[in-house]
């Protein structure tokens, strides 16, 4: 599936993650491309990231940004982090 601006919710309001941002969302992107979860985003999780980029038709950037999140986890705007976190705790 491929997002475009119009396809993606207007009221996205999660933090754009990148290389040396750290912190629970990035344990749960690690969590969700089934990589080392650290809560930091390094080498290691910006080449995974560009990796599923590049599987979903994605501008490979290496950052997660509005459209990546929702290819990721989906376009539940009103899902909140802590719901997402606590999902991927159940199933990791």
Do not use: C, Y
């Amino acid at each position: 599936m491929v997002f475009t601006e119009q396809s993606a919710p207007s009221s996205f309001t999660r933090s754009t993650l990148r290389r040396g941002s750290e912190g629970p969302e990035v344990a749960d992107l690690q969590r969700k491309l089934q990589i080392h979860a650290d809560s930091v985003f390094g080498e290691t999780t910006q080449a995974a990231v560009m990796k599923f980029h590049l599987a979903h038709g994605l501008k490979a950037d290496g950052i997660v940004s509005e459209k990546t999140h929702l290819a990721l986890f989906g376009s539940g705007d009103r899902q909140t982090w802590t719901e997402i976190q606590g999902e991927r705790i159940n199933h990791v």
